[in-house]
């Protein structure tokens, strides 16, 4: 048996802490500050962590959900009108360009949904009667695909290849219908204040090869469902909390766009 000293481990801890910010440099990862703070910790490791809340703008539960003001088609980063200024500064200081939308949020859905878009390099998926028209304006070249559910973002973590997890059953059987590889799971038990239960995809963030959650899978029904499809997909899985799943309006790694 090999015996490491403390030393060691924490220089080695330190190189791979740092290889992670050599691969992450610059990046920003837009999320909920109600998150739990394990999760921030974890996240920290692989950028710059941007807390993100706002007030009086929408109900209190996504008050401080990304996937509610931010939405990005290609590499064009699209955001609310009234999204907080200080936000704004932060993206500008970190050299992230974007365009901001025409319709401001509102306080309540469909009003709230307006950017809850859910996009691929081919698809863009949403209850297209509430989407501001900025964003399908950027989405020449792009497939739209509609669904009932306006908060299709929440609700649906697209993948690689035409995968899809979603915890919407009309969302489910419309992408089913495109033979699509979809995974229906059931929300039960996801963390999300105010609500019995939050959505799935808020659950969720995805970077390159990487499914970042805000939880551990071993406290979510189908977790091993969800285990399992992302290993046939070669994904690493990055569970950023012991506990149960957090709905925090999805994870945004936002890279700069003009260095």
Known sequence: ???Y??????????????????????????TDNRIPEQAKESLSE??????FE????????????????????GTQLIIAPNLPDHYKKVLTQNSVSFVEGELPIGYKYPESAKYNVATTDKYLIHNFRFTDPVITDHAAGLDLIHVNQGYCRCNLLPLKDDHFITSDEGIYRVLSNYNFNVLMV????????????GFFGGACGVLKDK???LGNLHYFD????????????????VELYNGPLFDGGSLFFIYPTKL
Do not use: W
């Open 1 to 3: 048996m090999i015996i």
């Open 5 to 30: 000293s403390r030393g060691f481990i924490k220089q080695k801890k330190e190189e791979r802490i740092n290889l992670k910010a050599t691969i992450y440099v610059f990046m920003l990862i837009i």
């Open 46 to 51: 692989y950028g710059e962590v941007v807390r």
């Open 54 to 73: 706002t007030k009086g703008i929408t109900y209190q539960s996504i008050s401080g959900h990304p996937d509610i003001f931010f939405c990005r088609v």
């Open 186 to 197: 059931d929300p039960k038990g996801i963390v999300l204040p105010g609500f019995e239960h």
């Open 211 to 213: 499914v970042f959650v």
């Open 222 to 237: 189908d977790g091993e469902k969800v285990r399992q499809f992302l290993k046939r997909l070669d994904y690493e899985i």
